[in-house]
């Protein structure tokens, strides 16, 4: 399926050096830390821990995911749950293709582990899951719901339910990973706790903050039962994200020729949208399609974009809101537990302000060009996770050196993929 630009705009969202992500990975040489601080490091978390990019969860993405590039470079074993060959392709993932007028969108579908799309399953993994427990979607209200990855139960996570072993199916998350005697966690969760609501433009409630400051205490209880040390990472600003600002409500009147642009709010006022709100970008291509009236979306009171395809400025505020509340709870909790606390936010602030650069590599948010994000326009890219990992691992030094026989090496973030281009067959 091949759409250009202009049109391109549906991309699976919650659930530039152009070589094979995996070999970058698997051919990567570190030196090995003797040290018993890392002899069992697990990594926890959502998307960004299981290494989602592009649109989906794929083998490739997986050996780019940032707990294993750190892992890599610290020259410890770190098993993860692989899709198979034959299965490369997981989920299926966006990529590209370019024309000579046009860059163009195909959907990646063959060699998938998907057996049911609705409700999505996945082929089981048999081997050991061990060190790597990123679940895609996951969020910190999910984390102690016994049978969330049980296949028989409305609203499991598939993901989730892949990784369980047989006769596991209601054991909680945290639980899941409690198992696993770890001796150093990374953790990175809460992003979805935020993006559920805001990719859905309010529909999906949004984490309460008493839930979400409940379910981390116990969860990080859990990880640092058997002294166990850690990082864990705050919740990057989602509303800076691609996925929110590929284009204001302005640029996107000039390019349709309208002098304003009609939006739904969460509480139903229809008004013009103005520069204090945010359109979806899977909403994009509706602005401007014709109905059975003749009337074009968006573009009268009487056929404006719904609510579900725009943030209107008051639900802005209550992600910003709640964002801070999120974040603020991250720093309590870690502090209290002796946890390191890894400031995303910070980072992806700099990506956003065009404020970052490393070997010679400059970042920003652009969706095709800025390098750290996919083209989902909220993962990042094998690049972008080659410079969390970066982060990680400067943190892991700086904190932990006197447990570290030697420094771990950071990466080359240069010899990363920054852009998904469909490999040809010839």
């Known amino acids: 399926m091949k759409r250009s630009l202009k049109i391109f705009i549906g991309i699976l969202t919650g659930f530039v050096a152009i070589t094979s992500c995996e070999n970058q990975a698997e051919e990567l040489t570190s030196t090995a830390i003797e040290s018993s601080l890392l002899s069992k490091y697990i990594s926890v978390g959502g998307s960004l821990t299981a290494g989602y990019t592009n ?10 995911s940032y707990p294993n590039l750190v892992a890599q470079q610290a020259g410890v074993k770190f098993d993860q749950a692989l899709f198979p060959v034959g299965q490369e392709n997981g989920t299926g993932y966006w990529a590209t293709t370019q024309n000579n007028t046009s860059l163009q969108f195909d959907k990646i579908s063959d060699k998938l582990a998907v057996l049911t799309t609705s409700p999505l399953t996945l082929a089981k993994y048999s081997g050991s899951v061990a060190n790597n427990y990123g679940v895609v979607g996951l969020r910190v209200s999910d984390v102690n719901k016994a ?24 054991t909680s998350y945290t639980d899941f990973v409690k198992e696993s005697n770890a001796t150093f966690f990374t953790v990175s969760i809460g992003e979805q706790d935020l993006l559920s609501y805001a990719t859905s433009g309010g529909k999906i409630s949004m984490t309460e903050t008493s839930s979400f400051a409940l379910n981390i205490q116990k969860m990080l209880d859990a990880l640092v039962v ?11 600003n989602v509303l800076d994200l691609p996925y929110f600002n590929f284009y204001t409500f302005s640029e996107l009147a000039k390019k349709l020729g309208t002098t304003e642009i009609y939006i739904t709010t969460g509480n139903g006022i229809v008004r013009a949208a ?18 059975a009236g003749n009337q074009k979306k968006g573009f009268t009171m009487t056929y404006p974009l719904t609510t579900e395809e725009v943030l209107d400025k008051d639900e802005i505020s209550i992600i910003a809101s709640r964002l801070s509340d999120f974040n603020g ?13 890894v400031d995303l936010n910070s980072l992806y602030a700099q990506v956003n302000n065009k404020n970052y650069s490393v070997n010679g590599v400059k970042f920003d948010n652009s969706l ?19 410079v969390i990992a970066n982060e990680i691992i400067k943190v892991i030094n700086e904190n932990y050196k006197n447990s570290l026989k030697t ?5 080359d973030v240069s010899n990363f993929e920054a852009l998904k281009v469909k490999q040809t067959q010839f």
């Open 55 to 64: 649109g989906g969860l794929y083998r490739e993405g997986q050996l780019a």
């Open 147 to 170: 049978g969330f990855g049980n296949a028989k139960i409305q609203g499991f996570n598939p993901f989730f339910e892949r990784i369980l072993p047989a006769g596991k199916e209601e």
């Open 226 to 236: 058997n002294k166990a040390k850690g990082i864990l990472t705050n919740i990057p």
């Open 274 to 291: 103005t520069a204090n709100d945010k359109i979806l970008i899977e909403a994009i291509a509706n602005v401007g399609k014709l109905n």
């Open 329 to 341: 709870i991250l720093k309590f909790e870690a502090e209290k537990r002796g946890i390191v606390l």
């Open 368 to 386: 095709f060009t800025g390098g750290f994000f996919s083209l989902d326009g909220i993962s990042p890219t094998p690049r972008g996770s080659a």
């Open 407 to 411: 420094t771990i090496p950071s990466l």
